[in-house]
């Protein structure tokens, strides 16, 4: 089984919403920082947001502040992404991931630093 499995993305209108997920298999999951990247056609894989992992304190680059929101659930072991006000650049594959070696209030955009990748989601958007 793969570690981490990611689900939720599919087809929506510029404006709309989507929550994405990402279940994890380790045994470790509240001591992991958990990420989530995007890669659009032909362009580098890019940090969009991250969470330590007590859920306290979040990270998110600026082109999705104010439209995505972080969030973990320890006990089901998964991480969402919230997306509102979808736009057509968010258009991409969305991976989320896991730091394994954060202390408690870590959080990395260096995606060097992650040990679990999932297998991607597609979200696309329409204008």
């Known amino acids: 089984q793969a570690p981490l499995v990611e689900s939720g993305g599919g087809l929506v209108q510029a404006g709309g919403s989507l929550k994405l997920s990402c279940a994890s298999s380790r045994r470790a999951f509240n001591r992991d920082s958990m990420g989530w990247f995007r890669q659009a056609p032909g362009k580098e894989r890019e940090f969009v947001a991250a969470i330590a992992r007590s859920g306290g304190y979040t990270d998110y680059t600026d082109d999705v502040k104010g439209r995505f929101t972080i969030s973990r659930d320890n006990d089901k072991k998964t991480v969402y992404l919230q997306m509102n006000t979808l736009k057509p650049d968010d258009t991409a594959v969305y991976y989320c991931?896991?730091?394994?070696?954060?202390?408690?209030?870590?959080?990395?955009?260096?995606?060097?630093?992650?040990?679990?990748w999932g297998q991607g989601t597609q979200v696309t958007v329409s204008s």
């Open positions: 991931a896991a730091y394994t070696r954060a202390l408690v209030f870590l959080t990395t955009r260096d995606e060097s630093l992650y040990d679990y």
